[in-house]
């Protein structure tokens, strides 16, 4: 998983441990093995890792159960971060960029705020994490909950939540005067989505389904 590029950011806490080859080989070894978490917040187990390699006496077993022991929290915490929330409201902003600017200098402007965006809070992420777990160690766990992100966590979750509401009522209104079709395939794949994920279903399975549903719906309309 992210094993490679983990050890491979560790190079240099190898080459200020020794300068010795048959020494860094052992060091790279160690560090080979699984590892997974998210690739953002990963950067919170790399300053981590790093501090505990380079503080004397060092103990290579407590490292690695350190390792093994963020890669849950790790993953959860960016899951909901990113993958459930910051993600979702970008791509949200960009597809009303397109939908509401005419212009196309408007609405290319409004996809690259949409990277903008995307990006900075991710960088900021990745460099506050290694800053962080460097200067945490092994106490690196007091800072991964969610209250420690709530500031970013819920302007994104309120910026998705409005950005949503925007696109519904264009969808449902707008669109209405015209044209009916559009927004009751939107509507059904909106209610399909919504009850497939009560019933627990995965969350892919829940958008690939529904994107099917959607097609073939419009298809079999189209054709009437």
Same mark, same amino acid.
């Given at each position: +998983? ?16 020794? @300068? ?15 590892? @997974?978490?998210?690739?953002? %917040? ?15 006496? !060092? ?15 790790? #993953? ?8 459930? $929330?910051? !993600? ?13 600017? @005419? ?29 962080? #777990? ?7 766990? !007091? ?15 309120? +910026? ?7 696109? %519904?009522?264009? $969808?449902?209104?707008?669109? !209405? ?18 009850? +497939? ?17 959607? %097609?073939?719906? #419009?298809?079999?309309?189209? @054709?009437?």
């Amino acid at each position: +998983m992210l094993s490679i590029g983990f050890t491979f950011a560790l190079t240099p806490v190898a080459k200020k441990l020794s @300068n010795i080859r048959e020494q860094n080989a052992q060091f790279f070894l160690r560090h080979i093995g699984f590892f @997974n978490a998210h690739p953002y %917040l990963a950067s919170f187990a790399l300053g981590a890792v790093a501090r505990a390699e380079l503080d004397e006496p !060092k103990d290579e077993a407590r490292i690695e159960r350190l390792k093994n022991a963020l890669i849950g929290p790790l #993953g959860a915490l960016g899951d909901q971060i990113f993958w459930g $929330t910051i !993600k979702p409201a970008t791509i949200l902003l960009g597809i009303c960029a397109v939908l509401f600017l @005419n212009n196309i200098t408007f609405q290319i402007s409004g996809i690259a705020i949409f990277v903008l965006i995307y990006n900075i809070p991710h960088i900021h992420v990745r460099w506050y994490g290694i800053r962080a #777990g460097y200067r945490e160690g092994f106490n690196i766990y !007091k800072i991964l909950n969610l209250s420690n992100f709530e500031f970013i966590y819920h302007v994104f979750l309120y +910026m998705g939540a409005l950005l949503l509401g925007f696109i %519904l009522s264009y $969808t449902s209104v707008y669109l !209405k005067q015209d044209d009916l079709i559009r927004p009751g395939i939107f509507a059904f794949a909106l209610g399909s989505a919504y009850f +497939m994920r009560k019933w627990r279903k995965s969350f892919y399975f829940t958008i690939l389904l529904t994107i099917l549903l959607t %097609l073939i719906l #419009g298809i079999i309309i189209k @054709n009437i």
